[in-house]
């Protein structure tokens, strides 16, 4: 093989005794030059480098709004009918609903002074709306029942069991209710009603 040539001045001999780095980058040296082009390319790599992110970013907003554009008008709806804070119609035999519904009636019972347990018939229209939690706007008709309260505990009975009362006793309520459920903390909280007799 043959003898690899060095440019002039970068043999041992011509090296000086401190500082390997300054070997490479003295000025008016034979590696002066090397190094300026390191240099130089090193700052078209690094401009090129600040320049390629915006491409990426400019064709990925640019395939955002195609795909919002060519959503139909009933997909935008309910893509912004499930932003936090607003209130969505829900079914009243959602389970989340019927928990609601449940919680609301065993706190009514609780606080309400009849004798007799209350139970719901039926649930009219039912909203819920996230926030800390899961809150439900309830408007529901309850009716009175034939179970006492004192023989039936209504956090632990289903109260569905307990017939409805007829005659003089019967009593119809519309309730409006405002539930807050907190799924993480495992609780279920009646923030206010509102009940007037039909």
Known sequence: MGE????????????PSKGIGRWWAEPGGASAEPVKAAQDG????????????HFPLAMGLALLAFCLLTLSP??????????????????PNDPLVQKAAQAAVSSYNMG?????YFRDTRILDAQCQLVAGL????TMDLESTECRKTRVSGDHTD???CPLAAGVQQEKLRCR??????????????????????
């Open 159 to 161: 109260l569905t069991a």
């Open 135 to 138: 809150k439900c706007y309830l």
């Open 112 to 116: 309400s002074n009849s004798l007799y």
């Open 4 to 15: 690899v040539q060095l440019p002039p001045g970068t043999c041992s001999g011509s090296r």
């Open 42 to 53: 090193a700052s078209a790599l690094t401009s090129a480098a600040m320049e390629r992110p």
């Open 177 to 198: 209710f405002e539930v807050l459920q907190v799924p993480w903390k495992n609780t279920t909280q009646l923030l206010k009603h509102d009940c007037m007799q039909v």
């Open 74 to 91: 009933d997909a935008r709806a309910e893509l912004r009918s499930r932003r936090t804070g607003e209130r969505q119609t829900m079914s």
